[in-house]
Every structure is written in C-alpha cells, then in structure tokens.
C-alpha cells in the first residue's frame, strides 16, 4: 500500500497478491479492492473510491490484480470487477460491486 498526499488511495493494483494467511492476520479495518487496471468499470470507480478514501487516512487500502489464475479473487468469490472489500482483523464485514458513488463507498466503509 501506499501513501500519496496523506491519502489511503492505492494507484496502482498489485500482481503479487498478499496470501489468504496473510489476510487473515491483517489488524485493524482494511479495504481490498479486486480489479485490473484495463477494466472500464476498475476505471470509472477509481475517482470515487480516491475520494471516499481520502476522509480515512487511518484506514488501509490494497488494491489486487484479479483475474483468471489468481487465488486470493477465488477465494473472496469475487465475479465482478471491481469488487471493494472490507475487512475487520482479517475477517469479512462487508462488500460493494461495482461502486460509482463516493456515498455508497463511504457507507461500506462506516458499516
């Protein structure tokens, strides 16, 4: 994950996704976010998940490159992209599919 202007905003999806043991040992509340970066949908989210985010410099944002092959998507049963995620101690709390709306993001980030 990084940083950039006190944000939680990660740019970039990573390839090398964390296992799901090191999900599981995460701490505190995190938001995943499964996509590529050539999906149309991944693109359109962006801007409202940036801006949702940016009220959260406390919270943890991993963006992971999904797709055929890869586990950790399998695992969270994702089918569509993008898919955010929010996890409490490494555990599943709640999901939004495909958000536009930096509302909608906020909400699953206060659920």
């Known amino acids: 994950m990084t940083k950039e202007n006190n944000s939680v905003f990660s740019q970039h999806y990573i390839e090398n996704a ?9 701490v505190g509340t995190v938001i995943l976010e499964f996509g590529t970066p050539w999906c149309g ?7 409202a998940v940036q801006e949702a985010l940016a009220e959260y410099s406390d919270l943890t944002h ?3 490159y999904d797709g055929k092959g890869k586990r ?3 695992v969270f049963k994702v089918t569509l992209w993008p898919t955010l ?3 409490h101690n490494g555990q599943e709390v709640a999901r939004i599919i495909r958000p536009l709306i930096t509302s909608d993001i906020k909400k699953l980030i206060e659920q």
């Open 18 to 26: 964390p296992t799901v043991e090191q999900i599981h040992q995460l």
């Open 72 to 74: 950790l998507g399998r």
């Open 62 to 64: 991993i963006k992971v």
């Open 85 to 87: 995620i929010k996890l």
């Open 41 to 47: 949908h991944c693109q359109g989210a962006a801007p």
